[in-house]
């Protein structure tokens, strides 16, 4: 129930509105968003290297709505990819498609990127395509494949969510492809047309689905993580559910995954405890750093998806 309503005011341009204009807000959304700024972003991957965790830059923005902001947020995107490159920090970039025109016009959205994915394998980096709403699933799946087996561009992974029912299928023919998946609940409002809308079906799926990919993993001769800490191996686990956790974890060391040829993945500012014990036990990590000055959105999806949080905010703006 609140997390529908916060989903709801996720997509709210008049909340947004409303919310942005509170100090207060940015002060609780800066426990998850780096910063306003790129180098702020930067500054926040030197630390997490420092601690062994490598990352994934995202410039915030999604659902644009003009030609011209498409525009603009590719080359934001090109500019992060150069900023990683100049100053060294082991990390890879996020994207929405959304963000650079797929609402738009489909062929714009190839374009752009088309022109981000070239940039980055220039550069060596590789450029993790995000998971919208289940509207988006097709489209966003067919610009991966369409990247990767008519352009020849491999250096990019996509999203899966395990709640959608469509998923396994998706999974089955990556895997066959020897894609790189990052596997994550979902974080959208779906349908019971669509997506499991218990949790317990959810959490079981997660583990049915992490299960396949790690089992394409050792089927693709376990390719691992790069010393740059820049291409991920093949399977990403993102969760933050130590059940989650444990269980990618044992099946891996079942079928004899080496821990360098699977990935977990989480959040900026959610779970460090988890996030320090994973490298402590010599697993691949990377870390999810978002930027920007579009925050709200991405903000109210981490308040959606832990009510505790809510009450976190609002502590925040009693103590204004
Ligand atoms: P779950 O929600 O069950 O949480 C398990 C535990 O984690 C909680 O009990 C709490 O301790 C902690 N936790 C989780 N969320 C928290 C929060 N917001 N604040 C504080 N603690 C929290 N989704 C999507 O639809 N498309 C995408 O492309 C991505 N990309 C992505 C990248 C990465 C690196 C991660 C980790 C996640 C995503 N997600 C995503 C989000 C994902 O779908 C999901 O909504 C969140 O990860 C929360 O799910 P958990 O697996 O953590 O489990």
């Not at 490598?54 to 590719?74: I, M, P, S």
């Not at 016009?105 to 994915?117: A, F, G, P, V, Y």
């Not at 390719?223 to 990403?236: E, F, Q, R, T, V």
Request: hydrophobic letters at 40%; aromatic letters at 10%; proline letters at 4%.
């Amino acid at each position: 129930m609140l997390r529908s309503l916060f989903i709801y005011l996720s997509k709210a341009g008049w909340a947004r509105s409303i919310v942005t204009r509170w100090s207060v807000a940015w002060r609780a959304a800066s426990r998850f968003v780096a910063g306003e700024k790129l180098s702020d972003a930067i500054d926040a991957i030197r630390t997490l290297n420092l601690k062994g965790i490598d990352a994934t830059l995202d410039h915030l923005g999604e659902n644009t709505t003009t030609v011209e902001g498409a525009n603009r947020a590719t080359e934001d995107i090109l500019e992060a990819i150069q900023a990683v490159y100049e100053s060294g920090v082991r990390a890879n970039v996020s994207i929405k498609l959304t963000q650079i025109g797929l609402k738009l016009d489909r062929e714009l959205c190839s374009q752009n990127l088309k022109r981000i994915l070239s940039r980055a394998r220039e550069l060596n980096n590789f450029v993790r395509i995000d998971m919208e709403d289940s509207p988006l699933v097709e489209d966003t799946l067919e610009l991966f494949y369409t990247m990767r087996d008519r352009e020849g561009i491999t250096n990019t992974g996509v999203v899966i969510q395990a709640y959608l029912y469509r998923s396994e299928k998706d999974i089955l023919k990556i895997v066959r492809a020897r894609g790189r998946v990052r596997l994550c609940k979902g974080a959208y409002k779906e349908p019971a047309e669509v997506a499991y809308p218990k949790k317990n079906d959810v959490d079981n799926n997660y583990d049915h689905l992490a299960d396949m990919l790690l089992d394409g993993a050792v089927a693709a001769g376990a390719p691992g993580l790069s010393s740059d800490g820049k291409i991920p191996p093949l399977p990403g686990i993102a969760s933050h559910d130590p059940a989650r956790l444990a269980h990618a974890k044992a099946y891996a060391q079942q079928i004899k995954l080496p821990r360098q040829a699977l990935e977990f993945q989480m959040l900026y500012g959610i779970r460090r405890d988890l996030q320090n014990q994973l490298v402590k036990e010599g697993y691949p990590v990377r870390v999810y750093v978002p930027y920007g000055t579009e925050w709200y959105p991405y903000f109210v999806r981490r308040l959606a998806e832990r009510p505790a949080n809510l009450w976190f905010f609002l502590s925040n703006f009693f103590r204004k």
